[in-house]
Each structure stands twice: as C-alpha cells, then as structure tokens.
C-alpha cells in the first residue's frame, strides 16, 4: 500500500500529515502566501526526505494527496475576488440585498452595510418565471439576456451568476441564460442556482450562487496550478480536495462549485476529532480549537460530524451549501484584555501573531490571554515556545496588567486572573449557546481540546458545563491536517421535491435519486472508485406544514449506487414514522394530528479510505508520573507552587494529578485541581474529574 | 386595569433584598449565563414552532424579570418586544397569592389593559425559585401569535372600537400546576384561535419556558441566590449609570418633535403624536404630552407598555449600543405619558394596530428629537408600515391559509450620518426574518411577479435613505385581502436636513377597470387573478442632499436608486455620460455651479 498524505495550509503554517501503513507522520512548515503552492511542494520534499526518497519517488508512490484550502475564505476575507454580475429574475433584483432582512446587530444603529459583491448597477433581471410547480408562467426573453450580457460586459465582469426562481425545480430557463452567456461572454466563468443550491429559498441560493462566483476563478485557478505542480513534480492520481461537509473530493468535482470548500479547515479538525473520540469509544463529542484568535466550537454525534445546510452566515454572506457547523468566538490567545467604561472585557479584538501579545517581544503593546496566562504563571518566560520557534519576555506584561488594575482597583495579578475567568465564562456561555441550538447538553458529552491554547483552558471549561471527560490527543497541533486524511470521498447533494407526505410520487422521488446518483456515479468513477465501495445514504428532507426547518433522516442506507428498489408504495408511510422518530428526537414531541410535508431529498454519497489507526484505552500499568520543577502558578485557586510535567517525559500509563501543568511541543495542557490526566496507549491525554 | 394600575405596574421597583456584594467580573459572567437562557429559550422555541411568523420571521423573544418585577436580562428578538415583557409579569406578581405561585407553574398574559403589548404578544412566563423556596426570577417569553380569536384572522380588526372584538384577553393565566398542565384550560386557549399550528406553538412555548426555568435553578444553585440578586443589583445600578453618563454628555435644553399620521382606520385625518426631550444634567424626561387623545379615533390606541417600550427602543438607540439592556434604563429615564392620550388609552380599547401607529410614530418623534443632541446616532427605529396586505382563502378543505405579506422588501431603512440606508429595514428589526416568494409560492396560490426597490423613493440627503421596494403580487383564486394604509401623506421624515422617504401606496385590482388606490383600508374579495401592488416606503435622507459627495450620487444613478433627474434636481449633480453606456461622470464645474445656484435659492 502507498503513502497518503494529507495537507492543511493555514494563515502561518501548512500542516501535513503522512499516513503510511499504520503509522502517522506529522511536519509543519511555513505557509507561503503569495503562491501557497511552493509552502507545500517544500513540505513535500522534506516528507520524500524523511522517507529517503526523491519527491518524484515519493510522489509516484502516493496513492492520494488531500488538500484543505483557504483560499475561498481568503477571499471574502480580503474581498477581492472576481469582478461579478448577477442575472436573476424580473422583479426579483434585490433578495440580496435585502438579505431578509437581516442584520447583524439589531442594537447598533451604526452598523455598516456588508460589502456588495454584486451592486445593483450589476444585477440585472431578464423576463421569465418558472412557478413552484415546474411550469413555465412567462417564457424567457432571449434579447434581455442578450441586453443583460452587453450590460455586463461594459462593466467588465469576470464571473456571471445566474439565479433564477425556482429553478431547482426546472431549470430549463437557467440552463438557456447559461448558453447565451457563454455565447455573448466567452470564457467568463458561470454559476448556476440549480446546480451550486438546488433548493428554496431565492435569497439563500442566490447569495451561496453569488458567492459561488465571487470565489470560483480564484480558487479554481490555484486548484489548477497545484494540480500542475504536482504533476509535473510525478504525483499521477487526483487531489483530492477537502469540503465544508467533512468529505473530500475530487478537484474536477470542485470546480463545479468551489464554494464547497469555503469553511474546509474547521471542518478538517472536527473530522479528525470524531475520528479519535470513535477509536477511543467516546461517539458524542464537543469540539474545542483555540487558538490565536478564535474559538472554534463543534458538535460530533454519533461519531459523525453532520454536515447541515442552513442559516450558514460567513463573511456576512449566507452559504446555503452543508457544512460541519463549527461556531466561531473572537477569543484566542491573542484576545486583548481592556477595560471598556468600568467593565472588563476580553476580545473579540485580536493582536493577531504580529505584533501579537505583549509577551511575544515583538512590539504588541496591548495585553492578551497569551500575557494573562504568563502572568498566572500558566505559561514561562525565557524558555522555549511554540515548538521552540521563540521565546515569550515578562518584559511590558506587569505593567499593563496594573493599569488593568488600577482601572478595576486592584493589582496587576488580581487583573490577570479576571481576564482568565471573563474568556472563560465567554467560552462556556458561547458553548452553550452553540449545543443549545442542536437540543443538546454539553453534560451528556465528552471533550476534545487541541489548537494551541484549547488544552490550556478546555479541563476548567468542563467543569463548567458539567463535563466529566476531556480528551487532548498528541497530534492536536496538526489537527486539520490529520482530518483532511480522515476524511473520505464524500458527495452530498439534494433536490427539492415538496409535497404531502400521504401524497409522495415515488417515479418522481426515484427520478430524482437517480439524477443524484448519476451524478455522484460520475464523478466518484472518475476518481477510479469502484461501486461496490460507494455508501449511499438516501435521505428525506421533512418537517410539519408551517414548519420552517426541516430535519434531514436516512431512509436508506446502501453499499452500491443503483438499487431504489426501498421506493415503494409504502415509502410515504416509513417516512413519516422516521420523521416523527427525529422529531420526537430533537423537540420531545409529535404532532399526531398533522400530516409532514417533504421538501427534499438528499442522496450522501461516500467511500471509506484508509484511515490513521487511533489505538484507545492504557495497556501500560499506571503510574505517577514525576515533575520535571515546579512554579508559581494559579489555576484558579490563587497562586501555589505548581508541579510541571515535560510531555516527552510521559509515557503510556503515566498520571498526572491535578493542579500541575504539562509542557507539549505544541501546546500547554492545565491539569486544575481536582482533575487528574493519564496518557493512553496512542499518547494522547485523557483528563478525568477526580 | 385602570389607570391606576398603570401606575403601579410602572412605577420604579426597588432593589431585590441581599447584603451580599459580587465583584465586576462575576456579575458579569451571571449576566451572561442569563442572559444564554434567554437565548437557549428563545432557539428552542424557533425551531420548534409550527408558525411562519415564529420561526421563520423569528417574532419572538426572551427576557428574565427579577421578582420585583424588573427586567433583569434579555436575549434576541426585536427591541420593541423586549422593552415590554416586564409589565404583564408584574401583574401576575400582583397576583402572587391569589393565583397561588409555585414552583412549575407556567402562566400566560396578554392583555393590553394588564400591562400586555397588543393581544396577539403572547407572553409565556414562569417562575424560578432556589432550593428554599424564595421567589428569584421569572423566565418571560414573548411571541407573536397568528390569530388571537377575534373577528377578523390575525387579530386585526381595522373597525374595532374595543378590545372584546379582538379577540381573547387573558390577564394572567397558569397553564401548568406545579408542572402540570392544565388541559382545561389549554384546551380553551387552544379552542380560541383559529389555525391548527397554534397547538404546536403553545406547546413549543411552555416547553422553552420549562427548559429556561431547570436552567436558571442551575444558575441558582451554581452561584447561589444572594450572587444572583446581587447581580441583578449591580447590573440595573450599572446600566442606569451608564445611560445616565451618555446623557450628561448631551447638551442640556428641551428638544421637541410633532409626527403625524395620516390617519386613524375611519378616516379621521391627522393624528398628532408630540414628543419633548428634555436633558437636565444626566437626567432624560420624554414628554409626550401634546399628542392626540381624541376619544372617538379608532385603531390607533398603543398601549401604555407599549409606549414605554417604543420610546426605550428609540433612546436605547442613541446610547453606546453595549450597555447591557435591563431596567436601569428605564430608571434613568423619566416618562409622561398623559393618561387618556393615544399613547396611554383607557380601558377597554382595541390594542392590535397601536403595536404599530401610533406606537411608531411616538419611536419616531423621540428620534427627530434626540438627533438635535445625538445626531450620529439618530435614525428611527421604526416601521411606518400601515398594515400588509394580508391575504386570506381557504383550501380544498375548507382550512383557511393566511399570507400575512410580510415578504423580503425594502421599507423605513434611514440613513444615519455617515452611512446610507442599507439593507431591507432599521437594524432593530434586523432578527425578523422574511418570507421568500419560493417558499410562500409552494404554500398559497399566490405569485409574486416583483419586489424591487422603486427609484428615487429613499430620502435624499448628505447620507441617503435606502429605496423603498414595490411589491407586486397576483392571487390565482378568489381570496380577501386586507389592508389599513399610512404614512403616504406623512412618510418617515429625513433628519437634521435630509429629506422625507418617499410614502406608501397600496393599489388593487391592478390594470384592470376596477383599479384603485387604497386611500384608506381595505377589506375587500378579490377575484381569481387580481394583482395588488404595495409600494413600500422608503428610508429618511440625513443632513442636506447638496452635501452629498457627487461620486455618490453617480454610483447610485448606476444602481437606479436615484434617477439622473433628481441627481440633478435634488443633489444638483451634473453627470456625463449616459446610464445605459456605464460611463457616468461628475461635472465638476456644472456640479459646484449648479449646487450654488440650487443653494442660494434655498437661502433665500
């Protein structure tokens, strides 16, 4: 069997992690931003070094290179994607606009508008309307789109979207504006609502449509380029390229609808961490990443990562396509500590990595979490940091926490402390609020910590929220790496279909499967899987009349696209039964008396990869481990000598009681008062409340 | 329910009993586990929810009152919903005794004469207490019921002339027993509203409420009681301060604004809503004496927490918007509000359509004032809206659909000095989400045929206010629709210079012999076929037009909100160029020439 290797570029490293045979090889080198190509191809060579061979070698010997980007979220970050034109509708120009009217704070008067990615000047709608039903009310005006073309050529559009109602329904009309555009606009890019979101509503999929081409020719093109460098450097199979929706896929399949990566990183990180809490038999897990400037929360249950495709706001712009949820904090490491008119408050402002905390000596000036934690002594200065790429100084840190001090009068230390429990309860109450929305309670659940600060706080979180078990594996620095090597060759996609469910047309129900499966067929043959491996989840898409959100359920799970035999007279009737199962699942009631309505169906295609061996439980006897010295520290119980742990000197088996600290390459991981950490057979951290 | 009872329910509640002290720091981490509760409430209740305007439009929203009666913690929803949860639970309060208080009790309150909004706010609410049986907090949730059983669906009646018609007023009523439900009596809630998704948001609601109650005694037993009500101290003196501080900086002197509505759903013309801000020193008094109390007007009756509510929404708006909402702002400010008035009716009004004008009108008056001292942020927190066109049918079998015409438009949305109207309405309203043609059409033999933003419709200004839409829209099957016009002959007024929106106008039957204008209100059959079209207000323009950067005013001639006429007659704006081309360009010189011309001409 091959190599495979699995690649995660990030804002300051490119992560990689090489799966050969059982064993998991973890490097990190410099992210390259002006052509992030070179950072991996570098990353490349020094994986062929560790092997002992040429890079054409080792390529050659790569069953497959995964890939998580971030280029998409680059660029509505800095919004400068392609120059793009929407063509939509008559009467229907400004659903993106409008947004539904939502805003993002509903207290700020001042709040800005989002940057437009399509102005109205470059909107423009064409005579036609397909109805809810499929039939086409007003035939398409040919000579306006035509109109609209030169309109957008004047402007000089480099991408085209095209959105038109209810086009998931029947795209006839799109797919002829899609002609004529190609016609009167050659080679400029175009994306279509039926194909990036085949689903209602119009502000949603227009919006996912919209952003589709904003970010497809960027994107696309490095796709390609990398493509080329590997090629030519003798990599002979496909990338693979990691999605939001926790699966990879090929770069052709990409290419149709890039906007499917947007968000991949996250998603790579909880991937891996349902990988490892499965291994290790814990199937329901919360997700902590801290790390310089966020806090990233997800939910795995059942082992799996759902992916959903709801009210997904990013960048200010609502993509419709399924994602892992995973929650965003402003709250890292580098989270500025101020007083704000009397209170204290931590965040969402980031001193970022430069100049970054006061403690990194690079001319940050305003005190951070990193600094907090330097003064609880949680953290050392003078000795090696991150990898020992530097050292962090107390220099500036004293005194800006006794200005914090003086503002809240007490001292520089008292200061600190505060700061560390505001990020803490920030971080507890953003927790709740993200499990609130999925009817869960973080009790039930196990934690898994990584990101460079996530182990620092994650074991004091969980005795907030009532967890008992948090889980911090070796790899966690190069999580997301280790994730896009997890995850399989995955397609989800859905079709609309709305009706009754005592009135289901199952020819329909099974013409739209097939299409989805067809599809899916294509692009998973290209890949050279074979259908046999194919795991086909055939899913309904439902909820109550009136209901505004559906719940998504299997109906139907096969091995092997082609058998919808399951789609018979009796399907409206299992339905039902299913949903009302979920229903009662997730909002503790049925509604005997009412009908369910489908409003889609979805067809989650994947094919299971070899996977990184996680090895669980402690064969080795347990024993208390020795501390390497001690410090001042406080961990949340006032300062007191504190036990220090070196990482490498930990063995499987070895314990470590709480309060102590326990120095990683990577990372710090905070044993509190009353938890005890032992390490496991694979090495990775177990931290239980004793 | 008097007047007198208005009194009591607001005048200003003590602080709750402890001589416990709590730092900074955990006060605020208690506040935020509060005010999580509220959110966690108030999702559960948006996802599980059968009707549109819950959880789809989010009309919903969560607040924690302490046990005197005071707003202790908030969470989503609209402002103007917030502001008011607090009197309705003061009344059951009163009724602490009598009603026989408990813990698991859930009650629900409506009644616009007993501290309530307007009858279809129905406020779900149930008390906490600690492990010693004191009396804590109260977890509120307040949402928008569809129908409230009156004579007309929805709650609306445009001719009511007492509440009796609107439907069922319910003061304060358990629902559930020591954590039993009452089935008799939500058999009888249930039986007094028209649509079967009530059921599910009943249900929905006392289940949210269950969940925030097991939460907060968790909150309770984490923190102990005396942290918790020392807290809440800390947190109300807190934000009284801090308002109080906004208010010192604001130059001293009595500000004053009259807004008008076109008129009441009879037609009587007119109607005057009078507000004077008066800054002495940190203290705020909003005056509204002077506003219309004719006792023969119809429909236009806001209630008295209402009115609180809606000139707490305006005030909140002026203030830095991070000082935590809860009762302190209420304490710092002082309000009259004369009885008898349109803004504090006597008993026994109809409530339903004040929730919108005169309700607005006092938000938008309260603004006009305040932009004299607080321009920057001075933009009405309102919708000028009279009221959609509701359309009504039935289906094949005889159950009766409603789309409500809350639909993705454009309206009210201001600009604020240094920042145009944007988006589809003012950032108060900016969690209600609405309906999509694709999901309304999949429901209702309806077609939308348009709903763009109509040119030149945003005030014109130095910041300009955003375009209001025109929503077109046919019915395939004889229907009714209803509607109570406004704001056509009074649209919402531009500030410190700025121009007026453009106003409403609501058409019927449109190209057909029987077209016409709805001047007044609406209830009207319509046949299979009929298109009605509603054009939206748009937003107010902020400080004069003739300031507005000309570079500007080309971009939004490129994006027709403006058109190249009023470039010229409003902004005196020159282009070159033409539209259809996208090569626009200023004429520098005509440009200054013509804004001198244009500017002396108003001078004088």
């Known amino acids: 069997m091959g190599y495979r290797v699995g690649i995660d570029i990030g804002g300051t490293f490119t992560d990689f992690a090489l799966l050969k045979g059982d064993e998991v090889i973890l490097h990190k080198n410099l992210s390259t931003p002006e052509d992030r190509s070179v950072g991996v191809m570098t990353g490349l060579k020094k994986l062929a070094e560790k092997e002992g061979l040429a890079l054409a070698d080792f390529l050659a010997q790569c069953d497959a290179i995964v890939h998580g980007t971030t280029v998409a979220d680059n660029t509505l970050i800095e919004m400068n994607g392609a120059l793009t034109g929407l063509i939509t509708t008559e009467g229907f120009r400004d659903e993106i606009e409008y947004r539904r009217g939502y805003k993002e704070n509903i207290w700020d008067v001042r709040l ?13 709608t064409v005579p036609e309307r397909v109805l809810a039903d499929g039939s086409v009310y007003k035939s398409l005006d040919e000579a306006a789109v035509r109109e609209a073309c030169r309109k957008l050529v004047k402007q000089k559009v480099e991408s085209v979207a095209i959105s038109l109602l209810f086009s998931f329904v029947n795209p006839a009309h799109e797919k002829r504006v899609a002609e004529i555009v190609a016609e009167e606009m050659p080679g400029v890019p175009i994306s279509l609502s039926h194909q990036v979101l085949p689903r209602a509503p119009e502000y949603d999929r227009t919006s996912t449509t919209v952003v589709n081409a904003y970010v497809a020719p960027r994107v696309n093109h490095y796709l390609e380029r990398l493509v080329e460098r590997l090629h030519e ?14 699966g990879v896929m090929t770069r052709e399949y990409i290419e149709g609808a890039p906007i499917r990566v947007l968000a991949s990183g996250p998603a790579g990180g909880v991937i891996g961490s349902a990988h490892v809490g499965a291994a290790k038999g814990h199937p329901n897990l919360l997700c902590v990443d801290m790390g310089g400037t966020s806090y990233d929360m997800s939910v795995v249950l059942d082992g799996a990562a759902p992916a959903e495709a709801g009210w997904n706001m990013h960048h200010r712009y609502l993509i419709g396509v399924p994602m892992v949820q995973v929650e965003t904090l402003g709250a890292g490491g580098g989270s500025i500590c101020h007083v704000h008119n009397g209170a204290l408050q931590v965040g969402p402002a980031s001193a970022g990595s430069e100049p970054g905390p006061i403690c990194y000596g690079r001319g940050g000036v305003q005190p951070a979490i990193t600094d907090a934690l330097l003064m609880l002594g949680i953290l050392e200065a003078d000795t090696d940091f991150a990898g020992g790429s530097f050292s962090l100084t107390r220099k500036g840190v004293d005194a800006a926490f006794a200005k914090i001090g003086a503002e809240m009068g007490y001292g520089a230390e008292d200061a600190a402390f505060d700061c560390w429990r505001m990020v803490n309860a920030n971080m507890s109450q953003a927790v709740r609020r993200t499990v609130a929305s999925k009817g869960l309670d973080p009790k039930d659940m196990v934690m898994l910590a990584y990101g460079g600060n996530g182990p620092v706080f994650a074991a004091i979180q969980a005795e907030d929220l009532g967890i008992a078990k948090v889980l911090v594996p070796k790899a966690s620095p190069t999580f997301s790496a280790l994730g896009t090597l997890v995850a399989d060759p995955a397609i989800d996609e859905e079709r609309s279909y709305l009706s009754s469910a005592d009135k289901v047309d199952g020819e329909r129900l099974k013409g739209l499967w097939q299409d989805l499966e067809a599809r899916a067929g294509r692009y998973f043959t290209d890949a050279q899987f074979a259908n046999d491996q194919i795991k086909a989840r055939y899913q309904l898409k439902m909820r109550y009349p009136g209901q505004n959100w559906t719940l998504a359920f299997d109906v139907r799970v096969n091995q092997g696209l082609g058998d919808l035999s399951f789609v018979d007279a009796g399907i409206g009737v299992r339905a039902v039964e299913l949903f009302n199962e979920r229903h009662m699942a997730e909002f503790g009631h049925v509604r005997d008396d009412e009908m369910p309505e489908i409003t889609g169906l979805r067809l989650v295609t994947s094919v299971q990869t070899p996977s990184p061996q996680v090895s669980a439980g402690t064969s080795a006897p347990r024993a208390a481990a020795k501390a390497a010295r001690s410090r001042r520290a406080n961990l949340g119980r006032g300062y007191a000598d504190t036990p220090v742990f070196r990482g490498s000197d930990l063995r499987a088996g070895s314990e470590v009681a709480g309060p102590a600290i326990i120095e990683e390459t990577f990372t710090t991981i905070v044993v509190y008062p009353g938890w005890t950490a032992c390490v496991d057979d694979a090495g990775d951290y177990e931290l239980v409340r004793t | ?157 445009l ?13 304060c009523l358990k629902l559930l027993h020591r954590g039993e439900k009452r089935l008799d009596v939500i058999r009888m809630i249930e039986r007094n509203n028209r649509f079967a998704t009530f059921r599910g948001d009943l249900a929905a609601m006392i289940s949210a409420v269950q969940l925030a ?19 809440i101290n800390a947190e109300i003196e807190q934000s009284e301060k801090r308002l109080r501080e906004e208010v010192s900086r604001w130059k001293d002197g009595t500000y004053e604004a009259d807004v008008w509505i076109d008129h009441d759903t009879q037609g009587t013309k007119d109607i005057k809503v009078h507000a004077a801000c008066t800054i002495q020193g940190d203290q705020l008094t909003v005056d509204l004496t002077g506003t219309d109390d004719r006792p023969n007007l119809v429909g236009v009756w806001n209630t008295y927490g209402n009115t609180r509510s809606y000139i707490m929404v305006q005030v909140a708006a002026a203030i830095d918007p991070g000082i935590v909402k809860n009762e302190g702002l209420f304490n710092a400010v002082e309000m009259i509000v004369p009885e008898g008035c349109i803004a504090h009716p006597p008993p026994n009004k109809p409530a339903a359509l004040g929730s919108f004008h005169p309700a607005c009108e006092i938000t938008e008056a309260v603004c006009i004032a305040l932009s004299q001292v607080v321009p920057e942020r001075a933009t009405p927190q309102v919708y000028k809206i009279g009221m959609p066109n509701a359309v009504i049918g039935f289906d094949a079998k005889g159950q009766m659909w409603m789309d409500q015409g809350v639909d993705a438009r454009s309206m009210d949305s201001s600009a604020v000095q240094g920042i145009d109207g944007w988006g589809s309405s003012c950032v108060g309203l900016g969690n209600l989400l609405l309906s999509e043609a694709e999901d309304l059409e999949s429901r209702f033999p309806i077609i939308n045929l348009s709903r763009e933003m109509t040119t030149d419709t945003g005030g014109a200004g130095q910041w300009r206010g955003q375009p209001g839409s025109l929503n077109v829209k046919k019915v395939l099957a004889p229907t009714m629709a209803m509607a109570w016009m406004v704001s056509s002959r009074h649209p919402l007024r531009g500030l410190c210079g700025g121009e007026d929106a453009g106003g409403y106008e609501n058409r019927f039957e449109v190209g057909t012999p029987n077209e016409r204008r709805i001047e007044l209100s609406a209830l009207a059959q319509l046949p299979a076929e009929a298109v009605i079209a509603y054009q939206h207000g ?33 902004y005196g704006v020159v282009l070159t160029g033409s539209l259809d081309d996208y090569d626009l360009a200023v004429d520098v010189a005509a440009t200054a020439a013509l804004r001198e011309q244009m500017g002396s001409a108003k001078a004088a």
Request: aromatic share 6%.
């Open chain 2, 538 to 570: 748009g937003g107010g323009g902020f400080g004069p037009a003739l300031l507005r950067d000309p570079e500007a005013v080309k971009d939004d001639v490129l994006d027709e909100k403006v058109s190249l006429q009023a470039a010229r007659d409003k």
């Open chain 2, 1 to 157: 329910m008097s007047f007198e009872l208005n009194r009591r329910l607001a005048a200003r509640r003590e602080p709750l009993p402890t001589s416990a002290t709590v730092d900074p720091v955990t006060a605020s981490i208690i506040r935020g586990a509060m005010e999580t509760v509220c959110f966690e409430a108030a999702t559960h209740l948006g996802r599980a929810a059968s009707s549109p305007i819950i959880n789809s439009s989010n009309e919903r929203n969560a607040s924690i009152i302490d046990a005197h009666g005071r707003l202790a913690a908030v969470a989503i929803g609209t402002p103007h919903l917030t502001f008011v949860s607090q009197l309705t639970v003061r009344y059951g309060l009163e009724m602490f005794k009598d009603f026989d208080w408990g813990p698991g009790d859930v009650f629900l309150g409506n009644d616009p004469d007993y501290g309530g909004g307007h009858l279809p706010d129905y406020n779900v609410y149930a008390p906490v207490f600690d492990d010693n049986g004191e009396l804590i907090l109260i977890q509120a949730l307040q949402a928008h019921q569809g129908d409230t059983g009156g004579k007309d669906p929805g709650g609306f009646t």
């Open chain 2, 213 to 231: 109650v097991r939460r907060l005694e968790d909150v309770i037993r984490k923190w102990g009681a005396d942290a918790v009500k020392a807290t």
């Open chain 2, 159 to 171: 001719e009511a002339t007492d509440i009796f018609t609107e439907g069922l007023a319910i003061p």
């Open chain 1, 112 to 124: 800005d508008p989002p940057k437009e990615i399509t102005p109205r000047r470059r909107r423009l």
């Open chain 1, 233 to 246: 450097a003798g990599y002979q199979k496909r990338l693979m390229v990691m999605q939001a929706s926790g």
